[in-house]
């Protein structure tokens, strides 16, 4: 799956620690069943000899892994655990025998390689093989815990459970502030069994780290972006400043719109703060569900996208239905519903994948189509959050999603994709070039796809009507897109603000929840209605905490998405605003594009980036202009109001006093 280097970190650690130990000469102990390590081997030899380890490794790590989240028991559990244990051991074994090659002659593409086999893990693992093979089992427990996560109320005959999925539906759909608040409570019941684990798997890959020569984890996850990890983190902090303005703009229209509609003691919580229950999304960071309360002119130019994939599958189960004469039997009917939802997840990934082919892009495999979960099933728990995996390093590429038909996961896809067609690009890379130019890049890939499904693009598939040109249609689109992608800036940014604070120990567990909380506040402008207390382990309710998957890379993807997009609509000699381009169809644009992915992982990110944009810096400078109309025009809505905040308890709220606008 993408993220891979996760499960690698895992395993990285163990058996090199075991090696610091005994003697530095001593041939690393190698698991059992790997390759001897051949006398008088070159570095290059190792690096190719590595590279073919590893991919049938993570091979057999990713078909354990797949079964794990597919198909939610004890035993896939202890077997994916298991199967972490000895990839990370072997991963650790491999960087014990790099060292030996230190200083010594070798390509620049052995160099790299080494370098990247050092940072190819969220999870460093601690040398102590039993501490080892406790990590990678509370890894694999908290995931499963995070996908069977259930939510139930009533007694016995009575009782009823929803899961994530349903949970999130009531957010979408009902604006009821009790139905809501009751639905985003239930969700958060899911993970204060996970604090122990959570806890104890910060200290384990903590000590992971520092064997492996980083002060911790979080500084280990910094390492991985070609340039000091201070330097990162000042990145993301410059790029923060540069998008803030226009957050803060969208943040104070929102907070007036709920206010009329909720009330205004209802609509908002303390001093100027979003109640974190009624923004139509659990973790508050895509606005997109409001769209009926944010909408800035109803009737000029519809993009509910929503209703038209509704409609897609009501066709789909009127086709299903006319295949019976009479009335189908109870059983029948399940089936029958179940054959429609996954024609229209089907329909809707082929549409996805129709964008990329018009860039001149392959068709996707036909193991794909195969082997993919497009929908949930019901005979068991899965782990629903979306993902794409590269299981075999070659053509075995697959998606796992639970497709509704609606716009958030139709956008989905186009961002799962994204991810696959990076893993077809690169294929041909040794395997330890497998990865994005850095992780943002994999991220962002899908995303500026999304962007270029203008509302012109939208109308020519069909799942939009006839679109006015006027200035009210513009700002709706452009707000379309801001509740996407402007929402989601501060939330990209606070989680591993939270998880770097965790890890360097300045946030320690028995201020968990409260250090959450003020993060939210701080960068968000959102809390919750009523206390939340350290007996809740709200950051667990989040996917990619007990999933450990670094999040700084979303926070980077929606920076550069912009800046890739804006590169490509010039590639395509496209004139206009940049909000109006689409490169559909484009083939100068998609041989760009395709240029860029096939590199991989083989490069510095900055000489990719070079390649594509013209510049090695990352930069918010194109979602400005992207978004120039909608802050203008939101500054005029937002005029005569105190917009900003202020995070009561933080210990940073007093350097950011209220802004006043008008
Ligand atoms: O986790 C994802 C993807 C898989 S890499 C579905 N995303 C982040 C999230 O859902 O929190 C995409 C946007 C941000
Ligand atoms: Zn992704």
Known sequence: MIHRHALLALAVAASLLSLSACKK???????????????????????????????????????AQWLASTYINADSEALSAKTNERFLGQLNSWIAQSRKFEGQQMSPDSARTIMLLKLNTAMPPPKDPAKLAELTQIASKMEGMYGSGKYCTGEGEAQKCRQLGELEDVLRTSRDYTTQLDAWQGWHTISPPMRQDYTRFVDLVNEGARDLGFADT??????????APAEIAAETDRLWGQVKPLYEQLHCYTRTKLKAKYGSDKGVVGDGLLPAHLLGNMWQQDWG????????????????????????????????????????????????????QLGTAKQMTERAQDFYTSLGMQALPESYWEKTQFIKPRDRDVVCHASAWEVNMAEDVRTKMCIKPNEEDFTTIYHELGHVYYYLAYTKQPPLFHSGANDGFHEAIGDTIVLAMTPQYLRSIGLVGEQQQSNESL????????????????FGLMIDRWRWGVFDGSIKPDNYNKAWWELKAKYQGVAPVTPRGEENFDPGAKYHVP????????????????QFYKSLCDAAGYKG???????YGNKEAGAKYLAMLSKGASQPWQKTLKELTGGEKMDASAILEYFAPLQTWLKEQNEGQTCGWQASGTATAAAKPATKQG
């Not at 689109?477 to 501060?490: G, I």
């Not at 999933?547 to 912009?562: A, D, E, K």
């Open 577 to 583: 605003p940049l909000y109006e381009c689409s490169f």
């Open 25 to 63: 000469e001593e041939p690393a102990p190698t698991a059992p069943g790997a390759a001897v390590i051949p006398e008088g081997e070159t570095a290059d030899q190792f690096v190719a000899r590595i590279n073919e380890e590893y991919r049938a490794l993570a091979t057999e790590l990713n078909r």
């Open 289 to 340: 569900n409001l769209w009926d309360i944010l909408e800035p002119y109803q009737g000029a130019g519809s993009l509910d996208i929503t209703s038209s994939l509704k409609a897609m599958y009501e066709e789909n189960y009127r086709e299903q239905q006319r295949k019976f004469s009479g009335e189908p039997t109870p059983e029948q009917q399940v089936e029958l519903e179940r054959t429609a």
């Open 218 to 227: 979080g500084e280990m996850w910094r390492s991985g972006y070609d340039m």
């Open 475 to 490: 700002i709706n689109s452009q707000m379309r897109m801001a509740l996407q992608k402007v929402s989601f800036l501060p």
């Open 547 to 562: 999933g450990n998957t670094p999040y700084t890379r979303y926070f980077l993807s929606h920076v550069l998405q912009f």
